[in-house]
T-cell receptor, first 113, second 112 residues
Framework: NAGVTQTPKFQVLKTGQSMTLQCAQDMNHNSMYWYRQDPGMGLRLIYYSASEGTTDKGEVPNGYNVSRLNKREFSLRLESAAPSQTSVYFC????????????FGPGTRLTVT | ELKVEQNPLFLSMQEGKNYTIYCNYSTTSDRLYWYRQDPGKSLESLFVLLSNGAVKQEGRLMASLDTKARLSTLHITAAVHDLSATYFCAALDTGTASKLTFGTGTRLQVTL
């Protein structure tokens, strides 16, 4: 049982390049999330998917797109990377039950030069 | 819009001492979560507080929730070096699909 996995772990992009961050969970969770973490700002929600087939914007969606490929997988795409998108990106998933706690992946450290 | 504030942002404490981290949130929420993050690592769930008056304890950490005051506390008893980490609280955004709003975190440093 791997929990939440993310690839890649590290990535360096040049301004204007595109890339997709992959996330998968094997806990049969309904909901999945993408966050970014910047120093002194906690975690900010980029996009989330309440269930397979649905996606919604979070607090900071500009410059990103997402795809909920199936129940297990939720990808985050940067179409034209900017230095302001340098951050650590975390994927999380949760079961829509009473507890509702989110389980986090190991993170992707992205640098845009 | 739900906002979550933690204080202090940074806490340096000596081993053996007690201290409390505070988490205030701005609108109604009936679920509160505490997470721990070690440097360069992911977030690990510590506590899930589901109702007013809930109290959870694990080792030297105790978390409580007062939904009327919109306040949660994380109390550290007789701190040890292993507790050095960043602690986040997060409140559930009522009416959404388990969407959480996180505080900015409290960086705890326990010194000898």
């Amino acid at each position: 049982n791997a929990g939440v996995t993310q690839t890649p772990k590290f990535q360096v992009l040049k301004t204007g390049q595109s890339m997709t961050l992959q996330c998968a969970q094997d806990m049969n969770h309904n909901s999945m999330y993408w966050y970014r973490q910047d120093p002194g700002m906690g975690l900010r929600l980029i996009y989330y998917s309440a269930s397979e087939g649905t996606t919604d914007k979070g607090e900071v969606p500009n410059g990103y797109n997402v795809s909920r490929l199936n129940k297990r997988e939720f990808s985050l795409r940067l179409e034209s990377a900017a230095p302001s998108q340098t951050s650590v990106y975390f994927c999380a998933s949760s079961y829509r039950g009473r507890r509702g706690e989110q389980y986090f992946g190991p993170g992707t450290r992205l640098t845009v030069t | 819009e739900l906002k979550v504030e933690q204080n202090p942002l940074f806490l340096s404490m000596q081993e053996g001492k007690n201290y409390t981290i505070y988490c205030n949130y701005s609108t109604t929420s009936d679920r509160l979560y505490w997470y721990r993050q070690d440097p360069g690592k992911s977030l690990e769930s510590l506590f899930v507080l589901l109702s007013n008056g809930a109290v959870k304890q694990e080792g030297r950490l105790m978390a409580s929730l007062d939904t009327k005051a919109r306040l949660s506390t994380l109390h550290i008893t007789a701190a040890v070096h292993d507790l050095s980490a960043t602690y986040f609280c997060a409140a559930l955004d009522t009416g959404t699909a388990s969407k959480l709003t996180f505080g900015t975190g409290t960086r705890l440093q326990v010194t000898l």
